[in-house]
């Protein structure tokens, strides 16, 4: 079992940089992809970034490419989302993931923490 507990969202304004981060307990932690996903209000869940076990394949939205950053730290069970040059259309709840067979299926959910960019 892998409970992942993110952190790091709030209010920021448009233009803005924002730092998530997912701590994850359980191994093992260097064996899963991890990915963040989004849902805004009204909207479907969304894929946002991914980074493989050992960090060196990394995935983004076309929406976030650019802006945004994804890394891990094995040593300390953590995976980040560095954010920058927030848009208002970035506003919504962010989940940490971890997809223990690499195969896109993503088995363990974080909570959320909202992500709220005023214009």
């Known amino acids: 079992q892998v409970q992942l507990v993110e952190s790091g969202g709030g209010l920021v304004q448009a233009g803005d940089s924002l730092r998530l981060s997912c701590a994850a307990s359980g191994r093992p932690f260097s064996g899963y992809r991890m990915g963040w996903f989004r849902q805004a209000p009204g909207k479907e869940r969304e894929f946002v970034a991914a980074?493989?076990?050992?960090?060196?394949?990394?995935h983004y939205s076309d929406a976030v490419k650019g802006r945004f950053t994804i890394s891990r730290d094995n040593a300390k069970n953590t995976v980040a989302l560095q954010m920058n040059s927030l848009r208002p259309e970035d506003t919504a709840v962010y989940y940490c993931?971890?997809?223990?067979?690499?195969?896109?299926?993503?088995?363990?959910w974080g909570q959320g923490t909202q992500v709220t960019v005023s214009s």
């Open positions: 980074i493989s076990g050992s960090g060196g394949i990394l």
């Open positions: 993931a971890a997809d223990r067979a690499a195969t896109g299926v993503y088995d363990y």
